[in-house]
């Protein structure tokens, strides 16, 4: 499978390089030491590489959603799972570390030749691959992020639900607060230990307040490198906008020149019809006229093609 990729984008690099020969030229600009091929092999293996580590991160959050099902629906705690979905965890953070530094490589490496004013179909394609995955690492992370929080609401409720058990009703307010108090003491307050029942009780309420702070930590752990991320997504995302603007744009002017054209074979029509009727001279200065306005929208959709590529 990755071979099949790494195949498709060499495929996209080829022909965005076979777009013609302005496009030629601006992607050999990019490259003057003549590395561009073998540069861009390379970055093909590190785009798989990431894309590889963003799908395992993905797979391992569903295995943590089905670590979290199997820990609340249990009547008792099981340590097996517990220590499965903390090793998850700490898979998922160290891999997302790594993520993330390589995407930040590869963003600095995009802006240091942005400010070098280098311009090339390669630096176009790292740019793009470089956004999929940014986008791709904070979807997933997301989900992460959504999977982890809505688990700690469903902790809470279960705190909650043994605490009426044993007689105690808390409001949500009451029971954040408790958990802020980092003390699992709160909860088992007035808990008379004298039935088994009252016993797995007050151990499911220390579990699942265990997982709370678990789940706290890792969340703040992670916080930073998701708003990183997430800032570097919206910036893109301007960036975007800009483009369809540009888009837009160009759509409009090529209109514009498609009407130039046809006013211009309107010219070399009649040109053509008037050839036997008028002075040789002038029929050779209508011609010149309406080929001159040809090779202005060609001018002008060579430049088009050239801005919507950069």
């Given at each position: 499978?990755?071979?099949?990729?790494?195949?498709?984008?060499?495929?996209?690099?080829?022909?965005?390089?076979?777009?013609?020969?302005?496009?030629?030229?601006?992607?050999?600009?990019?490259?003057?030491?003549?590395s561009?091929?073998?540069?861009m092999?390379?970055?093909?293996?590190?785009v798989?590489?990431?894309?590889?580590m963003?799908?395992?991160?993905?797979?391992?959050v569903?295995?943590?959603?089905?670590?979290?099902?199997?820990?609340?629906?249990?009547p008792?705690?099981d340590?097996?799972?517990?220590?499965?979905?903390?090793?998850?965890?700490?898979?998922?953070?160290?891999?997302?570390?790594?993520?993330?530094a390589?995407?930040?490589?590869?963003?600095?490496?995009?802006e240091?030749?942005?400010?070098?004013?280098?311009?090339?179909?390669?630096?176009?394609?790292?740019?793009?691959?470089?956004s999929?995955?940014?986008?791709?690492?904070?979807?997933?992370m997301?989900?992460?992020?959504?999977?982890?929080?809505?688990?700690r609401?469903?902790?809470?409720?279960?705190?909650?639900?043994?605490?009426?058990?044993?007689?105690?009703?808390?409001t949500?307010?009451?029971?954040?607060?408790?958990l802020?108090?980092?003390?699992?003491?709160?909860?088992?307050?007035?808990?008379?230990m004298?039935?088994?029942?009252?016993?797995?009780?007050?151990?499911?309420?220390?579990?699942?307040?265990?997982?709370?702070?678990?789940?706290?930590?890792?969340?703040?752990?992670?916080?930073?490198?998701?708003?990183?991320?997430?800032?570097?997504?919206e910036?893109?995302?301007?960036?975007?906008?800009?483009?369809?603007?540009?888009?837009?744009?160009?759509?409009?002017?090529?209109?514009?020149?498609?009407?130039?054209?046809d006013?211009?074979?309107?010219?070399?029509?009649?040109a053509?019809?008037?050839?036997?009727?008028?002075d040789p001279?002038?029929?050779?200065?209508?011609?010149?006229?309406?080929?001159?306005?040809c090779?202005?929208?060609?001018?002008?959709?060579?430049?088009?093609?050239?801005?919507?590529?950069?």
């Amino acid at each position: 499978m990755a071979k099949d990729r790494l195949a498709a984008l060499k495929a996209a690099q080829s022909d965005d390089e076979e777009g013609g020969a302005d496009d030629v030229a601006v992607n050999l600009e990019g490259r003057q030491d003549g590395s561009g091929a073998g540069f861009m092999d390379k970055f093909f293996e590190e785009v798989e590489g990431i894309r590889g580590m963003i799908d395992k991160i993905q797979a391992n959050v569903e295995e943590v959603k089905k670590k979290h099902s199997a820990i609340l629906s249990a009547p008792q705690t099981d340590e097996k799972v517990k220590q499965e979905l903390e090793d998850l965890m700490v898979d998922i953070k160290k891999t997302a570390n790594r993520v993330r530094a390589k995407l930040k490589e590869i963003e600095q490496n995009i802006e240091a030749e942005e400010q070098s004013n280098k311009s090339s179909a390669d630096l176009r394609i790292r740019k793009t691959q470089h956004s999929t995955l940014s986008r791709k690492f904070v979807e997933v992370m997301t989900e992460y992020n959504r999977t982890q929080t809505d688990y700690r609401e469903r902790c809470k409720g279960r705190i909650q639900r043994q605490l009426e058990i044993t007689g105690r009703t808390t409001t949500n307010d009451e029971l954040e607060e408790m958990l802020e108090q980092g003390n699992p003491a709160v909860f088992t307050q007035g808990i008379i230990m004298e039935t088994q029942q009252a016993r797995q009780t007050l151990a499911d309420i220390e579990a699942r307040h265990a997982d709370i702070i678990k789940l706290e930590n890792s969340i703040r752990e992670l916080h930073d490198m998701f708003m990183d991320m997430a800032m570097l997504v919206e910036n893109q995302g301007e960036l975007i906008d800009r483009i369809e603007y540009h888009v837009s744009f160009t759509v409009e002017k090529v209109a514009e020149g498609k009407k130039e054209l046809d006013v211009a074979e309107d010219y070399h029509k009649g040109a053509q019809k008037v050839k036997e009727n008028h002075d040789p001279d002038m029929l050779d200065n209508s011609h010149c006229y309406s080929w001159r306005i040809c090779d202005e929208f060609s001018s002008q959709a060579s430049l088009i093609h050239l801005r919507e590529n950069k």
